[in-house]
């Protein structure tokens, strides 16, 4: 048995960069006379130069540990902008909590602790209510219908405008994941009244829907999960992609698995950089950042659909039950998201901006068949 596979419509962006080194050849040196007093009486010094060949190292954190997937993507960004750039940038790169605290690098790079990262749009919701927007939309639009978005819709201008001021330049959103699984869980899920008192871990938006419906939602850190379901703490969970979570153990100790991009159609993760460091490099290195960072986004997406697709006939011949979301439980999970995203826009000009705009996006894509 194999799942279907998702129909993915991508753009390519197309980088190139041309660089250009002209220096003038140097004008014949001046009789030896003495220069005109400036307005002081002192003699007027030209303005120093930049030693030739001279380099800048970045120190940037990632969202997670070095064995995790999710890593690759800095360490090839900081590949990328190395290669481009002839070695001007150097980019090394940290798992979470080497140098700033795990979870906390966005405040890291706001702090001038690290000079860039790769942070999760959903980690910032403390500071900024529409941050969850830019990360996972229960019922919103898919990965591709995102990147799209913040491509030309845009997602990148809106970005841009919510992190201004705070100290740290967002680059681009260089992680976006095929749909999550929707939940695993330990006891089986058929209508809207299994959801009640259903002891689930949840996150973020998708946590709070889950409570208006009746869930008893719980939060605990990603390296508990395993634990906690083994031993009755929850009775199912919400985590990451087939491939992800196998690697996890979960099919250990949850029987079912149910599917439905409905929950996390997709997740955003974007590079930061500290204000002071992106300014101190030149126009022509911020565009390789950018567009490295840029680039990442297509290659983790459609490796990612490969490795879920494995994965999942691997969940399939372990003997895990696999089977869509009930479209009972899809149905009124979608509604009450709608109903918790339009109580949130009411109350926040900025925040229904965001969602307008997306929903209109989304909208759109649907109308041409970009699925």
Not at 19 to 47: I, L, N, Q, T
Not at 118 to 136: C, E, I, R, V, W
């Amino acid at each position: 048995m194999r799942l279907t596979k998702f129909l993915v419509v991508l753009t390519v962006l197309s980088l190139c960069f041309t660089f250009v080194a002209c220096a003038p050849e140097a004008a014949p040196e001046a009789p030896d006379e003495e220069a005109p007093p400036s307005d002081d009486g002192e003699k007027e010094e030209a303005a120093p130069s930049a030693p030739e060949g001279e380099t800048v190292t970045w120190k940037l954190q990632s969202l997670t540990t070095a064995a995790m997937r999710y890593h690759e993507v800095v360490v090839r960004i900081a590949e990328r902008v190395g290669e481009m750039s002839g070695g001007r940038l150097t980019i090394e790169t940290f798992p979470t909590g080497a140098i700033a605290s795990a979870g906390e690098e966005f405040d890291g790079v706001r702090n001038g602790i690290i000079d860039a990262c790769l942070a999760g749009h959903m980690n910032q919701l403390d500071l900024y209510p529409a941050a969850g927007l830019f990360y996972q939309v229960v019922g919103g639009m898919t990965a591709a219908q995102m990147q799209l978005w913040f491509l030309a819709g845009g997602g990148d201008d809106l970005a841009a405008r919510m992190y201004e001021g705070s100290n740290c330049h967002y680059v681009a959103t260089s992680l976006l994941h095929p749909p999550e699984i929707w939940c695993h869980s330990t006891v089986e899920l058929k209508k809207v009244s299994d959801m009640k008192g259903l002891k689930i871990r949840a996150a973020g938006d998708a946590g709070e829907i889950l409570a208006m419906m009746g869930a008893s939602t719980v939060m605990v850190p990603g390296s508990e999960v395993y634990e906690s379901a083994a031993r009755g703490v929850i009775d199912a969970f919400e985590y990451g992609g087939p491939a992800i979570n196998w690697g996890m153990g979960f099919h250990e100790i949850a029987d079912y698995l149910y599917l439905s991009p409905s929950r996390a159609p997709t997740g955003g993760s974007a590079i930061f950089v500290n204000q002071d460091s992106w300014d101190d490099i030149s126009p022509e290195l911020q565009a390789m950042v950018k567009y490295a960072s840029m680039s990442e986004t297509q290659l983790w997406y459609a490796e990612q659909l490969v490795l879920n697709d494995g994965a999942l006939q691997q969940y399939i011949d372990y003997g895990t039950i696999v089977e869509p979301l009930p479209t009972e439980i899809e149905a009124d999970f979608v509604a009450t998201a709608v109903e918790f995203y339009d109580g949130k826009a009411g109350a926040d000009p900025f925040f229904k901006e965001v969602l307008e705009s997306q929903r209109a996006f989304k909208a759109l894509c649907e109308l041409q068949d970009v699925r």
